[in-house]
């Protein structure tokens, strides 16, 4: 194995491991400080008594004092053992496996269209320039970037579910339908609203950078050189421009990971969509310590693969960046 490539995948191995202490650390610290009381709200609406109480302290551990508790539970984790959930009484690795398939869906839908509509948006207003479309796409990017995602998703609400009545309410699913018995068409129908929310906060990155690689590529010689050949706009842009700048956005949409994972939480809880972000809102909430760690862990593995992903790609796109950082 070439000896950069080793200095590189041993220099991300060690930030991650330090990443993961750390945020196990003082996700812990906070956890273990919140005013939420993981016991009472375990009887959440429900009569307990002072005996009731301490039994079910002792049985998950919440009874022994803070530093033997974060201990016993990093212990767990070094041999694969991630806890188990109380709200669903199953194992943390499980829960998060399951919720994560839905959120990713809803990611890589979102991820999708913002990278589309961000990359045709940018190539037009690059290409015409100055332009009223050009002022009306940076206009609408701009507004993309100052719209919070709860704010937006609870327009859609008003809008398309309650007034027009094009898509429901809430939910990944129609109520009162197994899993088995849910058809594909429905699984995009309650999809699109929520995925549509999300992508918007990706768009106006995308727009504003391609535009800025396409005004780049446009002045260069080969460009006015296929204009005296003859060709117009649309094959000039075709032939030698959407070459030169799609990696630019490909990379930009991979380092975009960690902004649409932390805007997928707030998706998905204005659209009560059961993924990661709704359970992570239930397990605040309720105070599942085992389950707030675990997707706090899984969180931050899953930035930082996509932030490496995006780093690669970028060494790919502009070797003297690669040469220059030595590959670590």
């Known amino acids: ?95 998060i496996g399951e919720k994560f398939r839905l959120t990713l869906l809803l990611m890589m839908t979102a991820w999708t269209l913002s990278g589309a509509i961000g990359f045709v948006l940018g190539v037009l207003a690059g290409m015409y320039r100055d332009s009223r479309l050009d002022k009306a ?8 970037v100052s719209v919070p995602v709860f704010w937006l998703g ?17 939910l990944a699913a129609p109520i009162g339908k197994l899993h088995e018995e849910v058809t594909l068409a429905e699984q995009i ?20 950078q391609t535009r800025e690689k396409m005004i780049e590529v446009m ?43 932390g805007g997928a939480i707030l998706a998905e809880t204005v659209f009560s969509y059961p993924g990661l972000g709704s359970t992570v809102t239930m397990a605040g909430l309720r105070g599942d310590l085992s389950l707030l760690l675990g997707i706090a862990i899984f969180s931050a593995v899953f930035i930082f693969v996509g932030n490496l992903i995006a780093n690669i790609l970028y060494g790919i796109v502009d070797p003297q960046l690669r040469e220059g950082r030595g590959m670590s």
């Not at 590189?8 to 991650?16: D, I, P, Q, T, V």
């Not at 202490?21 to 003082?26: D, E, F, L, M, W």
């Not at 005013?35 to 959440?44: L, N």
């Open 1 to 95: 194995m070439d000896k950069r490539i080793f200095c590189f995948l041993g220099g991300n191995l060690f930030r991650l491991v330090l990443l993961l202490a750390a945020v196990s650390v003082i996700s812990f610290i906070l956890l273990a400080n919140s005013p939420i009381d993981p016991i009472d709200a375990y009887f959440i609406n429900k009569a307990a008594s002072a005996e009731q109480h301490a039994l079910i302290a002792s049985y998950w551990g919440f009874d022994k004092p803070p530093l033997e508790r974060f201990l016993l539970w990093a212990g767990n984790i070094l041999h694969g053992d991630f806890g188990t959930s109380f709200i669903y009484r199953a194992p943390v690795l499980e829960v």
């Open 137 to 144: 796409i940076q206009g609408f990017s701009l507004l993309c």
């Open 154 to 170: 609870l327009l859609f609400l008003m809008l398309f579910a309650v007034k027009l009545q094009w898509f429901p309410l809430a």
């Open 189 to 208: 129908h309650h999809l699109i609203l929520p995925a549509l929310t999300l992508s918007v906060t990706g768009i106006s990155a995308i727009a504003l």
């Open 219 to 261: 002045g260069t010689n080969y460009m006015l050189f296929a204009e005296a050949r003859g060709e117009n706009l649309w094959q000039r842009v075709r032939r030698h421009g959407l070459r030169n700048i799609l990696m630019p956005a490909i990379t930009l949409q991979f380092a975009s990971f960690n902004e649409l994972f």
